[in-house]
């Protein structure tokens, strides 16, 4: 017996989760926008909502076009399930819901994307969760945060905007050591750069709006379950291990194995709180997955050219991205994503708050706005836009001070990029 | 026979080779997970018959409950194994002597001895892996759930004779 070759990882960004359509003969995958699927007959209906047998009842709960998108991201990271949703914050909420009870805790890095800390701070409070931040820098700060009640633990690959890479094997062995599954949100690296399978993460999150899709068209999410927690072990994890009511008594873990984490996300949290990814979403982002290792390459590159070019500029104070040789975290990104550290920093400018409203006012080519992870190079003054209802010791800790500005690099030539900074930072 | 690793063919092979199975620990309980299985692989065309002393006499799935492989009256071409690993060994010997020519194992059960017993005689042997969930991923029904089947085609996938909602797998056809 010869076992099956493993395809590589551009040929997987192509293929992966994607046959010519049964009914059609299409070789992209077709934008199934309807609603609903027919049942062939009662008897399929009612297996269909028993989970006795695998098909599509309603794109709330799955969708053909969608379930490519799915497989894809399942792949690419090395998982055994994805689930697609509405956008990342529905990720993580899907992700939370499905593993806490009210009353849970549990452990977050508090370099985060804001919009993440305001999700668990303030939101999450209303479900009875409570988040307990720790140093993504500093895996002992997780040890000290875990109590009797943290039911998971939670970091970013590479921390927005901070560009910090974290140290995912040592926040894996805290984890392993307290019996919690270890979320990973992979946004800023994508599978392309870091795979956290591969140090030890149990669950991954993306918003695939940023790289993956990467057009800056399109909002949604993923989740990977990695098939590696064992849900049963500890009984900690009733959504899991024990009788589900709204099935029937059926208990996730024993049917379904090393995907059942997935499973239930999107038949018990997905089916009931309701955030959808639209099939047309799943279609325009597939198609920029499938070029998704080309344009993280060069986005790296890009990134590593004005990174270098900023850090010698007079009016700049200082330049964090982990691609320069002299970063506090190039150690750490040579080590998990050797062929480049993203395409999202930022750097500190002299003239403090001031200087960086002047300078998001004066570029020509950089867009200001709210996102990261487009063709199109970003740029945005955290301190007065996504990090604002933070707190001030909240906006430092988040590397989001008054003098910072952040960058998402794009695929332009870079010295157009390069001059648009030029011109807007004599200005500025 | 390295049994960590099965080649998707191997699977197939077995899986379109053969039509009678008996599912020895199936379950009458309707939220069990041998149920799901025995159901759906019957909805595949598989003739399942299951094997549990507990239920000898009754009917799972409108088919009759034997207490022991050597009670079946019919051919069996694949024992599938819903029990402890434990159990492997003492029904791998009961395999042999109805002359199965396969012992698949479901998920988590798994014992290298019972392997050896088959393969010396010349059965085929599939450990940690559910029928329905193999015949699900190779035919592309598992991937509606975003299940990563790790497999990839450039073929029209098979759509079966019984409605658009379900495939099929074909001999030596990926």
Redesign the interface.
């Known amino acids: 017996m010869i076992a099956d070759r493993k395809p590589g990882f551009n040929t997987l960004a192509i293929h992966a989760g994607a046959q010519p359509d049964p009914a059609t003969g299409a070789r992209a995958t077709p934008i199934y926008q309807t609603t609903s699927f027919v049942f062939d007959d009662v008897e399929h209906a009612a297996a269909l909502f028993n989970l006795e047998t695998f098909g599509n009842i309603y794109t709330r709960i799955t969708n053909p076009t969608q379930a490519v998108l799915e497989e894809r991201v399942a792949a690419l990271e090395g998982g055994t399930a994805g689930l697609a949703v509405a956008s990342g914050h529905a990720s993580q909420m899907l992700v939370f819901h499905t593993l806490l009870e009210p009353g849970d805790e549990f452990v977050s890095a508090r370099q985060l994307y804001g919009g993440s800390i305001n999700q668990f701070t303030h939101s999450f409070k209303k479900c009875g969760w409570t988040v307990r931040f720790a140093d993504t820098t500093d895996a002992d700060s997780f040890r000290a945060a875990l109590t009797p009640k943290t039911k998971a633990i939670f970091v970013e690959s590479i921390a927005n905007p901070g560009g910090i890479i974290t140290d995912i094997a040592a926040v894996a062995a805290v984890a392993k050591e307290a019996g919690v599954p270890l979320i990973v949100d992979n946004t800023l690296a994508t599978p392309y750069l870091i795979r956290p399978i591969e140090h030890g993460a149990d669950i991954i999150v993306h918003s695939l709006t940023k790289f993956l899709g990467g057009h800056g068209n399109s909002i949604g999410g993923a989740i990977v379950d990695c098939g590696t927690f064992d849900w049963l072990k500890s009984g900690r994890y009733p959504t899991l291990s024990a009788p589900t009511a709204s099935y029937h008594g059926i208990t996730f873990a024993e049917t379904f194995g090393n995907f059942a984490f997935a499973i239930a996300c999107r038949v018990l949290s997905l089916r009931d709180l309701g955030p959808a990814i639209s099939p047309f979403n799943a279609f325009l982002i597939l198609t920029g997955i499938e070029t998704l290792p080309l344009r993280m390459q060069r986005h790296c590159d890009n990134a590593l050219a004005v990174a270098t070019w900023l850090s010698r500029h007079p009016k700049v104070a200082w330049v964090n991205y982990a691609g320069l040789a002299d970063n506090k975290y190039h150690a750490l990104a040579k080590r998990y994503c050797p062929q480049g550290a993203g395409a999202v920093f930022t750097f500190g400018l002299k003239g403090g708050y001031e200087a960086g409203i002047a300078l998001v006012s004066n570029v020509k080519l950089f867009s200001h706005l709210a996102n990261i992870g487009d063709t199109r190079s970003l740029i945005i003054h955290p301190a007065s836009t996504t990090h604002r209802q933070l707190t001030d010791e909240q906006r430092m800790r988040a590397g989001a001070g008054d003098e910072v500005v952040r960058l998402s690099i794009g695929l332009e030539d870079v010295d157009d990029i390069i001059a648009d900074l030029d011109q807007a930072l004599a200005a500025a | 026979?390295?049994h960590d690793?099965?080649?998707?063919?191997?699977i197939r092979d077995i899986l379109t080779n053969h039509r009678t199975i008996a599912m020895v620990g199936a379950s009458p309980n309707?939220?069990?997970?041998s149920y799901?299985a025995m159901?759906?692989l019957k909805?595949k065309g598989f003739c399942v018959i299951p094997v549990n002393p507990g239920q000898a006499g009754k009917e799972i799935l409108g088919e009759k409950v034997y207490a022991s492989l050597a009670d079946i009256v019919e051919k069996v071409d694949i024992v599938d194994i819903f029990r402890g690993s434990e159990a492997a060994v003492a029904i791998t010997r009961e395999a042999i002597r109805i002359a199965a020519h396969v012992v698949w194992m479901q998920?988590?059960v798994r014992n290298d001895e019972a392997a050896r017993l088959a393969e010396a005689a010349g059965l085929q042997v599939v450990m940690n892996r559910?029928p329905k969930?193999e015949y699900?991923r190779l035919s592309?029904?598992?991937?509606?759930?975003?299940?990563?089947?790790?497999?990839?085609?450039?073929?029209?996938?098979?759509?079966g004779v019984?409605?658009?909602?379900?495939?099929v797998l074909a001999s030596g056809r990926d």
Request: glycine share 10%; proline share 4%; net charge positive.
């Open positions: 026979m390295n690793v099965y080649s998707d063919a191997y309707t939220s069990r997970p799901f159901k759906y909805a998920i988590g559910c969930i699900g592309g029904e598992l991937s509606w759930a975003g299940v990563n089947s790790r497999r990839l085609s450039s073929k029209r996938p098979l759509l019984k409605g658009v909602q379900h495939r």
